[in-house]
Every structure is written in structure tokens, then in C-alpha cells.
């Protein structure tokens, strides 16, 4: 049997969203998200799920710091409700904020790290026009001083956005995500503008405090052609990573959107949506880089007598169309697949990892950890106790996180691992039916812990992973 070993000063943890696990959604003054509304529209959930209550954390916080705590994890992602925090006329709202502090000082109480994102997609539908509208992002950066005014004192790690492709040309474009449209020039547009809320969110928060760590979480799904040799095959695959990946990689580390997805984007980049200073303050300096990875995709242009294509598989999500390769069709592969139908592959994390410590992070001196890794599965296995044995998760954990050593044992600036998710929650638009955590929740929304949870202890406690 082989070992990986990971250094003592890797972080090992997990991450939740608001939305996904607080519910409370009506009360102590929390106003309506784009998600609050978008639970409403017939269709656009499964099953009719809402996340009005989801697992109740806003009132089991303990609780489930409790279980980080039992799992031996130092450090937790959260991410904070902004229509909880904040009023429409910009004052903060005391009680929601309260929540946060009490959760910041229960995880400290508990030896864990806070590790607070500023935004998981559930924007306050009392901003006007959205990410549509530029403001939004002069919006975000305020956010950010408001909540670091109260919390900086005790949250040193800060995420600006949790992955703003889903943010916009999933949401804006696909109409997969809140608010649900289907317009591309409202994708591009609103993606810049979730750029420029990170980059001046950044600059006021390092203004605030030149000593904390921040950063933002990319989603990456590699892409592959099908076929090396077949020139249409190749120029989906650059069109697909050109949207999914280097337009936000190169605005943040080069400080300009490749002309190449410029072009490609054609009449759906407006004249005029980059104002100056825009590039600079979203290349404004960070300090991390959030990696959030759950599979690959190898895609082949369509036959000749194939009309309609099917949309690719990729990302957090099923059915997320790229506008620039809307003809691009997934190859099927041998490989084993989770219940989210997404193959599992832990070699395209390593190429991941190596690639951005390459072209990106590592010529930035930006330290890179995984702040979502992890698979939904039926879990309905249980053993003679009654308990959810998910063999399946833990092959899929134990696969990434190989890949995770092997990165770092080449070179890789690999600087944590944080396991999506504590518990079963509210998975967006699959609502509850796809199960990503290692804790189960029964229907009184207790926690049980899977065998996956006991396998991550043990390898946490041990620091080895054994093969």
C-alpha cells in the first residue's frame, strides 16, 4: 500500500453557501434574493424545492460547528446572506449581521478558521437591474466595507464571488440560475460587472486591512477535443475554455480579457462596457485563488446529419450551454459517473492544478486551494446499524485528493482542501434530490454522518492519504 503525505501546514476543511443551508429566509429582517424569487417560477426547480428553510443552519449553527469540530477540520467557507446584512438604503441590518458574528466567534471558539465568501450567487432583489446594471458592482464593494467593519477583527481569509461563470453566463445566459434569462449580451455583460464588483471589493478590503488574504473562487471544468487532429473539434474546445475559464483567469492575472473570446463574443461585447480603470482594479492583487473542480469535459463538433445539439456537460451544473460553442456535443466516455451524470476524473484536477501553478498563480506568487471538491451519489447503501456507507464518495474523494499530493509533490503551490459539502443541502436548480455532503440530514434535519465523514477524519487526523 502507498502513502501521499501533505505538509502540517495544509488546510484541510469544508464549505457551505448561505442559501443552501441557513434558510430563516423571512425572518430578522432578511429581505428576498434573486433565489428567493426564482424558487417561485414554476419549473425552475426541482420538485418545487425552495430554500426557505433548507437544513436550518441559521438556527443549528452550532451544531454544525460542532460536527467540523468532531471532524478534525481547521477551517470553514461560508458565505454571508447580503439581503440578511444589509438594508436597501445601504444601513446594516443588526440582527443579520449578528448571526455572522456569533458564527465567526463560535468557529474560533472551536480552533477553526472562518473563511467568509461575500458572494454565493443570492443577490438582494432590491438592487435595481441586477448584475445588468454597472452600480451593482460600486454595491458589492460597499457590501464588503460593511461587513468587514464588523468582522475584519476575526476573519482574515476573505472570497469576493464564488464562481461568477455560473453568476452570469449560466444565470444570465442559459437561464439555468436565478434570475433565469437567456439573453447573451446579459451574460457578457454581467460577467464584467461581477469582475469589476471583485476587483474594487478587493481594493477596499485591502485598503481596510493590507494584512488579510483575499481572493476568489474560479469554477473549472477542463476542456478536451475529442479529436486532436480535427480542426473543428480543437476550436471548440478553445471557444469553450475561452468563456469558462481564461476570460476571467486573464482579466485577474494579465489585466485584460483575451482578444481572442473578445472576438468571438462579437456583437455580444457591447461598445463601451469597459470603462477605464475597469481591467486595473480587477487586476488589483490577490492572494489566493479558490479552485472548485468536479469533472472534466472531452467534446467533438456535431456529424452531418446531427442537427440539434445537446448541451454540454459541464461545471457545477447540467445543461450549461456556452454561447460561443453552442454546437459542441460531450463525448461519452468510460469512465464511472456520479448521480449528477458528471464523469469522474481525478487526473483532470492534476492537470488543472499544474496548469494554473504555471500560467497563472504560480508567476503571481498566489497560493491555490481547493475550496469545492466532492460528488453527489444516491447514498442508499446502509450497513447493519442503519448508517449511509457512500463507498462511492470515498473513492471519489480519495481519487482527488491523490491528485491534490501529486500536484504538490511536483511543484504545485497547493496550500488546502476543502470538501464540498458539511451536509446535504439545497443544490440549486436539482433542489434536494442530489446529495453532496458527508453529513446526511434526516427529516427532522438532523446530521448524520456518512462513511465519508469518518474516512475524512481519519485522513485528516492522520495528514496521509493511504492508496
Known amino acids: 500500500m502507498s502513502t501521499i503525505s501533505f505538509p502540517e501546514s495544509f488546510r484541510w476543511g469544508t464549505a457551505t453557501s448561505a442559501y443552501q443551508i441557513e434558510g430563516a429566509a423571512a425572518i430578522d429582517g432578511r429581505t428576498p434574493s434573486i433565489w428567493d424569487t426564482f424558487c417561485q417560477v414554476p419549473g425552475a426547480i426541482a420538485n418545487g424545492d425552495d430554500g426557505g428553510t433548507a437544513v436550518d443552519h441559521y438556527h443549528r449553527y452550532r451544531e454544525d460547528i460542532a460536527q467540523i469540530s468532531e471532524l478534525g477540520l481547521d477551517t470553514y467557507r461560508f458565505s454571508v446572506s447580503w439581503s440578511r446584512v444589509l438594508r436597501a438604503d445601504g444601513s446594516v441590518n443588526p440582527l443579520g449581521m449578528d448571526f455572522y458574528s456569533r458564527l465567526t466567534d463560535e468557529l474560533l471558539g472551536a480552533g477553526i478558521e472562518p473563511w467568509l465568501t461575500l458572494y454565493h450567487w443570492d443577490l438582494p432583489e432590491f438592487l435595481p437591474g441586477g448584475w445588468l446594471n454597472r452600480d451593482t458592482a460600486n454595491k458589492f464593494a460597499d457590501y464588503a466595507v460593511a461587513m468587514q467593519k464588523v468582522l475584519g477583527d476575526r476573519v482574515r481569509i476573505w472570497t469576493t464571488l464564488n464562481e461568477p461563470w455560473c453568476a452570469s453566463f449560466l444565470s444570465y445566459g442559459a437561464g439555468e440560475h436565478a434570475p433565469g434569462h437567456t439573453d447573451p449580451t446579459e451574460a457578457v455583460r454581467s460577467a464584467h460587472h461581477l469582475m469589476l464588483a471583485h476587483g474594487l471589493a478587493t481594493?477596499?478590503?485591502?485598503?481596510?486591512?493590507?494584512?488579510?488574504?483575499?481572493?476568489?473562487?474560479?469554477?473549472?471544468?477542463?476542456?478536451?477535443?475529442?479529436?486532436?487532429?480535427?480542426?473543428?473539434?480543437?476550436?471548440?474546445?478553445?471557444?469553450?475554455?475561452?468563456?469558462?475559464?481564461?476570460?476571467?483567469?486573464?482579466?485577474?492575472?494579465?489585466?485584460?480579457?483575451?482578444?481572442?473570446?473578445?472576438?468571438?463574443?462579437?456583437?455580444?461585447?457591447?461598445?463601451?462596457?469597459?470603462?477605464?480603470?475597469?481591467?486595473?482594479?480587477?487586476?488589483?492583487?490577490?492572494?489566493?485563488?479558490?479552485?472548485?473542480?468536479?469533472?472534466?469535459?472531452?467534446?467533438?463538433?456535431?456529424?452531418?446529419?446531427?442537427?440539434?445539439?445537446?448541451?454540454?456537460?459541464?461545471?457545477?451544473?447540467?445543461?450549461?450551454?456556452?454561447?460561443?460553442?453552442?454546437?459542441?456535443?460531450?463525448?461519452?466516455?468510460?469512465?464511472?459517473?456520479?448521480?449528477?451524470?458528471?464523469?469522474?476524473?481525478?487526473?483532470?484536477?492534476?492537470?488543472?492544478?499544474?496548469?494554473l501553478h504555471r500560467d497563472y498563480t504560480g508567476p503571481a506568487g498566489v497560493g491555490l486551494v481547493i475550496t469545492e471538491n466532492g460528488a453527489a451519489y444516491g447514498d442508499e447503501v446502509l450497513d447493519a446499524d442503519g448508517q449511509i456507507q457512500d463507498s462511492d464518495r470515498i473513492e471519489y474523494l480519495r481519487g482527488h485528493i491523490a491528485a491534490c499530493g501529486q500536484a504538490i509533490a511536483e511543484g504545485v503551490d497547493l496550500r488546502g482542501y476543502l470538501v464540498w459539502s458539511l451536509v446535504d443541502n439545497f443544490e440549486w436548480a436539482h433542489g434536494y434530490q442530489q446529495r453532496f455532503g458527508i453529513l446526511a440530514v434526516d427529516s427532522e434535519l438532523r446530521r448524520l454522518p456518512k462513511a465519508s465523514a469518518r474516512w475524512f477524519k481519519e485522513l485528516v487526523r492522520a495528514g496521509v492519504l493511504q492508496l
Request: aromatic share 8%; hydrophobic share 45%.
Open 203 to 355: 481594493q477596499a478590503l485591502r485598503a481596510a486591512d493590507s494584512d488579510a488574504q483575499l481572493g476568489i473562487t474560479l469554477n473549472f471544468t477542463p476542456v478536451s477535443p475529442a479529436d486532436p487532429t480535427s480542426a473543428a473539434d480543437v476550436d471548440l474546445a478553445r471557444r469553450i475554455d475561452g468563456t469558462a475559464n481564461r476570460f476571467f483567469l486573464d482579466a485577474i492575472f494579465t489585466g485584460a480579457y483575451p482578444a481572442d473570446v473578445i472576438a468571438d463574443l462579437g456583437s455580444w461585447w457591447e461598445p463601451g462596457l469597459v470603462h477605464d480603470g475597469d481591467l486595473a482594479a480587477i487586476a488589483a492583487p490577490i492572494d489566493l485563488l479558490g479552485v472548485n473542480y468536479y469533472t472534466t469535459d472531452v467534446v467533438r463538433a456535431p456529424g452531418p446529419d446531427e442537427v440539434a445539439a445537446p448541451k454540454v456537460v459541464r461545471g457545477r451544473q447540467l445543461a450549461s450551454p456556452h454561447i460561443t460553442a453552442p454546437e459542441a456535443r460531450a463525448l461519452p466516455r468510460d469512465l464511472p459517473v456520479t448521480a449528477m451524470g458528471w464523469p469522474v476524473d481525478p487526473a483532470g484536477l492534476h492537470g488543472l492544478l499544474t496548469w
